[in-house]
């Protein structure tokens, strides 16, 4: 009775580290989705073609594209941790800048200079999450992080509708405010990932991290497993493009774009302009007809949970390939068919509903933990330098190509082909190229890719 409750203890002191550095998973949500409910108003206001439409989109992006880039010696040189905290310093110059901004280049600027906290955050916080986390925790663990991501996702559209009615853009990015200062003050009581601290040589404290997380037997096992597998690893960049690290780089950097250019973020990014462009009133009403989309998605987070855990990360990720193809299908026979507006909210919770229970917290996950512990660092940012550089192509093309369908055939609906396209040939690469990766233990991972 004791041991479970000392076992209940642990596990709840890990959701409590994994709840505060999945905060900037919240941000990345928050900030790249409170741009979707200001752009009604950002249109108006800076007169916007539908290039400019993409590029104060894609703006956060493009830092975002930096960040990774940053990372690769923050992650590595002070620490996990503390690339968080440089993470949510650039959040709130962010915040500040773009409430204040007088013109749509100054407001791109500090749009940009958030990006750059978002690819900080994005990729360090999975990194932590996942180096702390016990084997058969991991994948639930980092998904607290999409959760997190989802939650800031629909906090923006709450906050982006009530304050739709003034129109006041201005507020609706002042408000990231709040939970970037939250960020700062749990990050200074939260450890450093343990499998940094043995890399630098701070052995004792890596230990009483892992004996809180796993207890002292359990502790002591891990705490020597590290030791050996960083001690046979090499560290430099020339070791990501060797054997299974080779392999490993790839296959993380095809699925990470694939999450990025399937054509559901674009749903997410753009719902009230797409809800707009059907037929819906703009402003406050096309902002109010995307909530569904968005609260849905947060119960499809909270049902993965149990899925990462019950079910492979292969087959889960297939299903979710194929549902997310089928929902842009529905998508592309509704806007053919001129059918009524309302009725594409059906292919967007389908699409985003797939996308939210498997690619979504899934593409972390996996990328999170195929990784040796002394590339880690380093493979991630790669990783995320072509994720981010994906997702600042497609929000920076999507109104643009939507805007060409729609004046040489009348509706978008080929652009969605093209996104189902892209959605089933996922199931193919998933199939072929990912490993299972479920249970196994960080360390053991480099022997499962020679193998593969």
Known sequence: MNENREKQRRLFYVYKIALVASVGGFLFGYDLVIISGALLFLEKHFHLTAAMKGFVVSSALLGAISGPLIGLWFADRIGRRKTMLVAALFFMVSTIGCALAVSVWDFCFWRFLGGIGIGLAMMSSPIYIAELAPADQRGRLVNVNQLSNVIGINMAVIVSYFLSFDGDWRWMFGSQGVPVLLLMVGLMLIPESPRWLVEKGRLDEALRILTRINGSRAAEIEFKEIEQAIAQEEGGFRDLFNGGNKRALIVGTILMVLSQVNGVNMMLL???????????????????????????????????????????????????????????????????????????????????GAFTLGLAPLSWVIVSEIFPNKIRGKAMGVVCFFLYASSFAIAQVFPVMSEWFENTYGNTAGMYLIFTAICWSGVVFSWRMLPETSGVRLEELDKVWNRH
Do not use: E
């Open 270 to 352: 753009y719902a009230p302009t797409i809800l707009a462009q059907a037929g819906i009133s703009v402003g406050s009403s096309a902002i109010l007809s995307s909530i569904p989309v968005y609260l849905f998605i947060f119960v499809c987070t909270l049902l993965a949970f149990p899925l990462i855990r019950k079910y492979p990360r292969k087959g889960l990720l297939n299903f979710s390939f194929f549902l997310m193809g089928a929902g842009h299908v529905a998508m592309a026979v509704i806007l053919y068919l001129d059918m009524p507006p309302l009725s594409i909210l059906f292919p967007m919770l389908l699409a985003t």
